[in-house]
């Protein structure tokens, strides 16, 4: 390949159009339909694909407003509430395996948002969104608006999943809880759930490479600019219907169908079992043990509160699993189900209630925790911090039956 910039329309760049990728589709089988949508100056019979330029992927009546200029403040009010999340849940005597969790959740939901951000406000707040991505930009375009926030938004949703697992070993099987559910584990968990986190993405690091492409200007006809376009390595331009297929299928079984539906699951049980325990409370009460009652009802409130954090979760991310399984089987099949702009708005609104729903996780520990809501006001009161957490050992509890049920440290979040 010669030095320096191809030519849009030379022969060496038209050789390179089969090992060059495409967003959005398993194979080239459909890159010249939306080459010639874009409008570009070569003649009729060169068979793509063309430089990266975001209107083509992206619809531009919403993409603008939402990618440009909501998201950018989303994100800054996700930094803020997550980080004052992280603070008041690492104070010492917050700490507790749940909280750990939830630490690890914050900060994976807030560098979600936060890496895409240099994309939102270089191209999607300004003219740039009209203009081929620059050579400059291309890996950046990749890595900081997909991949990456790809591995955190992956990590966040098995860390939900470790979540709701946690809480139902607490609430279903206490005397297990002593062994299992301890932060060091926790920990041991959370690491080895990043790691499978970016190892799940690691193809996609490695997949392709860009290649610098000199064309006439989308904005200014009359200027050259030196865009990209991505250029397949040949282990994945081999068989590349395979592959994505192998990713998307991979990702929508193991990052949202299974998660989601275990989820649900976990969540009907935790729901059942706050309904037997609410029960309890009240034979509890009539038996004027009002120790054992208040015990249980914090621990109902702390089941409550998480099994609220996992419903707000599903309802963002049914909506982008739904989507991905209709873009698998659009490709796999060749079934024309959505067409692209239903397809590419509908995906930019999924992604957006996603970001939408990072910050709220605070607002939902302020109003169902009083032990957070305390721990916060201390924070900029000056108060002085307990030393030990509320019910920091492991207690029992009477149950119905006669027999007992051990809580810990999670009684009360």
């Known amino acids: 390949m010669a030095d320096g910039p191809l030519s849009m329309c030379s022969p060496d760049f038209a050789a390179i159009n089969d090992n060059v990728s495409f967003a959005g589709n398993f194979s080239n089988s459909s890159m010249g339909a939306e080459g010639d949508a874009m409008g570009m ?3 009729p019979n060169y068979p793509g694909p063309f430089p990266l330029i975001l209107n083509a992927s992206h619809p531009a009546r919403y993409a603008i407003p939402v990618n440009g200029y909501l998201s950018p403040i989303l994100v800054f009010l996700t930094i803020i509430n997550n980080s004052l999340v992280c603070v008041v849940l690492l104070k010492r005597h917050m700490r507790s395996p ?16 936060v890496f895409p951000v240099p994309i939102f406000i270089h191209f999607f707040g300004t003219d740039r969104f009209w203009e081929y991505i620059p050579f400059e930009w291309c890996l950046a375009n990749k890595y900081l608006g997909e991949v990456i926030p790809t591995v955190f938004h992956t990590a966040s949703i098995w860390l939900t999943m470790a979540l709701a697992i946690q809480r139902y070993i ?25 790691v499978l986190a970016f190892l799940s993405q690691l193809c996609r690091f490695l997949e392709d490479y860009p290649v610098a492409v000199e064309m006439e200007s989308a904005v200014h006809p009359n200027q050259t600019v030196v865009g990209c376009v991505m250029r397949f390595h040949s282990w994945a331009q081999s068989s590349m219907k395979l592959y994505y297929s192998i990713y998307y299928w991979f990702r929508v079984i193991f990052i949202h169908l299974v998660p989601c539906i275990s989820l649900v699951v976990m969540n009907a049980l935790l729901i059942y079992a706050m309904r037997v325990a609410q029960k309890r409370r009240m034979l509890l009460l009539r038996q004027n043990k009002k120790s054992e009652s208040k015990k249980l009802k914090d621990s109902n409130c702390t089941t409550l509160m998480l099994v609220t954090v996992v419903g707000l979760f599903l309802l963002v991310e049914f909506p982008l699993g739904i989507l991905l ?49 305390e721990t916060f006001k201390r924070l900029f009161t000056g108060a002085a911090m307990p030393m030990e957490r509320e019910y920091s050992h492991y207690m029992t509890l009477p149950t119905e039956n006669g027999k007992t049920a051990v809580t810990g440290d999670e009684t009360a979040l």
């Not at 749940?98 to 948002?113: Q, R």
């Not at 301890?182 to 080895?192: F, Q, S």
């Open 325 to 373: 399984i209709i873009m698998i089987i659009s490709n796999t099949f060749s079934i024309n189900i959505l067409d692209d702009y239903t397809f590419q708005t509908l995906s930019l609104f999924s992604n957006f209630f996603i970001l939408l729903s990072y910050p709220l996780n605070f607002f939902i520990y302020c109003g169902m925790s009083k032990q957070f809501r």
């Open 170 to 194: 607490y609430v279903c099987h206490s005397f297990k809880a002593r062994t299992w559910c301890t932060i060091e584990n926790v920990i041991r968990g959370t690491v080895l759930i990043y």
């Open 41 to 43: 100056g070569c003649e």
């Open 98 to 113: 749940t909280n750990c969790l939830l630490v690890a959740m914050a900060i994976s939901d807030m560098f979600t948002g």
